[in-house]
């Protein structure tokens, strides 16, 4: 890019975009409720994680039992998700629904979540998805462009500045968000306020949010186009969707994350170089990421670290001979706030699935004829929405089964070509007649019904499927409205809850995720790295094709456990078999992050 600064050649806008209380925002738009009022999204009888700001405000915890949650703000609004029941074709807002009957479906939160990425795309390619309701952009080279056309084109002084760190450009922060601010600048302030107080006349000086002439840097500059952007991206969602976010904008994907959530909600956050170091000394230890597992509790323990200054007192050979060489080297710069970890792309999902697991069991084919129709129905509709989304196609539709002699086994049902997909029904009647033929399928704990190895190459094999499609001009924001709901404030059920419901539950990878560029890696190990996230909730990496998959897997396991509590039942992963993730937690949970690798 010509004339693009030297101090910006290898300097990084990143975004954080993360929607408020999104669950919580969906049913609030779907059903006009402003969002001052207080409300939290049930699923059957506990909140699930998102209770809006002003139901917080008024002292409703997340998960908080229905009559606790009433009692201590009465006029909270308690709105039930989706669920499909029996014989319905599409998720219905029913007034009463069922866990027997009834499985939830998180189909209204991913339309919004595609509305929303359809606005972020305008802006950026680099789209880093992490589940429903966030995201990484890479938008350096939309930021750098507005830089160059806007000042150095338009100026031709700042030729004579390519080479330095300082631009001179006047920024008005206080128009572009809440900016971070260094110790030195923040005890400068005290210092004018002090004079200021000292003689009773106004000391006129550059806010303390604003940089002066002759202290802008590139960096500064560049940041403040991003944080510009971003303002632009979260005016255009809710102005669309009436959907409102915070973001973080920085140079390093680890403080832009940090940032987003600094401020909450309808806030954006910007941190600028001079900065960084100060605002990350009371960042705790572990809640930076990939130092919130086992790594992060090794670390903290040997070097006895609360907080991310902790670690600034040892150098980087100090942790190098105590982690070796790469980990040491990761320690040392992610307590910093400084990471290399590129924005990777969110890619195609590899497989899909519908599930369910049972309380009371399924004794029988004719107690489970439901369950086959009711899974058929939701695979299918993910498995169209996929092809419409990225072109691709299964390979092997595969049932998976807990039955009460062990555990999950699996029964391959084969292909099914997209002339035989107009409807669910001959999914559904493959389903059935495979499933009944299992010798060992009664009674059961859990269902599954996963349609794997999602490609190009096998959806080119088989007839088009467009004309399954109906042109429609309503769009999946507007499809959530129209799904039909009775009743806006839902009644507690006296159904008990003890396993998890309905979301896929997902594979981890074993192998430890230290994403730097300076780590010397084999190539295998590198593209690993490329394709992998480390997710927040367990600190294992994640391909970055099952990254939505793996989330929503969390959003189940969360409101399981819950209402374990409620029935003051122990949680036992053991007693709550999950797809992938169980089998190999053993794995994940005696490996050492410690070992080098080659």
């Known amino acids: 890019m010509n004339n693009l600064p030297t101090a910006l050649k290898n300097s990084r806008c990143i975004l954080h975009i993360d929607l408020d209380c999104f669950y919580c925002q969906v049913e609030q738009v779907r059903l006009g409720i402003p969002f001052d009022v207080p409300a939290g999204v049930q699923q059957w009888r506990g909140l699930i994680a998102a209770v809006n700001y002003a139901a917080r405000k008024a002292g409703v915890e997340r998960h908080a039992d229905i009559a606790d949650a009433k009692k201590t703000c009465p006029e909270i609004q308690l709105l039930h998700v989706a669920t499909y029941g029996p ?17 939830v479906s998180l189909d209204p939160y991913r339309n919004a979540s595609r509305e929303i990425f359809k606005i972020f795309h305008q802006y950026c390619d680099t789209i880093q998805k992490i589940g429903t309701d966030e995201g990484f952009m890479d938008v350096t080279k939309i930021v750098n462009e507005r830089l160059i056309s806007r000042y150095i084109d338009r100026m031709p002084e700042l030729l004579d500045r390519l080479e330095d760190q300082v631009c001179g450009i006047s920024i008005d922060w206080d128009s572009l968000g809440i900016v971070i601010r260094s110790q030195e600048e923040e005890e400068e302030e005290e210092k004018v306020a002090a004079l200021d107080d000292g003689d009773g006349s106004t000391t006129t000086t550059t806010s303390t949010t604003s940089t002066t ?69 009371d960042v705790p230890f572990k809640k930076i990421r990939n130092l919130g597992g086992k790594l992060g509790s090794e670390v903290g323990a040997d070097l006895e670290a609360l907080n991310a200054s902790d670690i600034f007192k040892y150098t980087v050979e100090d942790l190098q001979r105590k982690f070796g060489k790469s980990t040491g080297l990761y320690i040392y710069n992610i307590c910093r706030g400084i990471d290399d970890e590129e924005v990777n792309a969110t890619k195609a999902p590899k497989s899909l699935m519908a599930a369910k697991s049972f309380n009371p069991v399924i004794k029988s084919p004719e107690e489970m004829q439901a369950w086959f129709s009711i899974l058929s129905v939701e695979l299918h509709s993910r498995i169209l929405r996929n092809y419409q989304d990225f072109g691709t196609w299964p ?85 959530n409205r129209n799904l039909t709901f009775e009743k806006h404030t839902i009644k507690s059920t006296t159904t008990t809850t003890t396993i998890i419901d309905e979301i896929p539950k997902q594979k981890s990878n074993k192998t430890p995720f230290f994403p730097t560029k300076q780590q010397p890696s084999s190539s295998s190990r590198s593209q690993e790295n490329t394709n992998s996230w480390v997710c927040d909730s367990c600190n294992q990496p994640i391909p970055i094709s099952e990254i939505e998959e793996h989330t929503d897997y969390h959003f189940a396991l969360e409101i399981s456990q819950q209402d374990q509590q409620q029935q003051h039942i122990p949680t036992k992963r053991k007693a709550v078999p999950t797809t992938f993730e169980e089998e190999k937690t053993k794995k994940l949970s005696s490996h050492s992050f410690f070992v080098r690798r080659s």
Not at 87 to 103: F, L, V
Not at 440 to 459: F, I, N, R
């Open 213 to 281: 002439t002759t202290t802008t840097t590139w960096g500064d500059l560049q940041l403040a186009i991003g944080a510009e952007i971003a303002a632009e991206i979260r005016k255009e969602v809710y102005d669309k969707l009436n959907y409102t976010c915070s973001a973080g904008i920085a140079h390093y994907k680890t403080v832009a994350k940090l940032c987003s959530s600094k401020n909450k909600p309808n806030k954006q956050t910007v941190l600028r170089e001079v900065a960084r170091l100060d605002f990350m000394r």
């Open 395 to 479: 390979k092997t539709i595969t049932i998976r089964y807990c039955s009460t002699y062990g555990g999950y086994r699996t029964k391959a049902i084969g292909s099914i070509h997209k002339d035989e997909m107009k409807t669910h029904e001959a999914l559904f009647k493959k389903f059935q007649h495979t499933y009944n033929l299992i010798p060992d399928a009664y009674p059961c704990k859990g269902l599954d019904l996963v349609a794997t190895g999602l490609s190009h190459d096998e959806s080119s094999k088989s007839y088009t499927l467009n004309k399954f499609f109906t042109t429609s001009s309503t769009s999946a924001h507007e499809a």
């Open 87 to 103: 014989n319905d074709t599409e998720p219905q807002y029913h007034p009463n629904p069922d866990r027997r009957t009834h499985k």
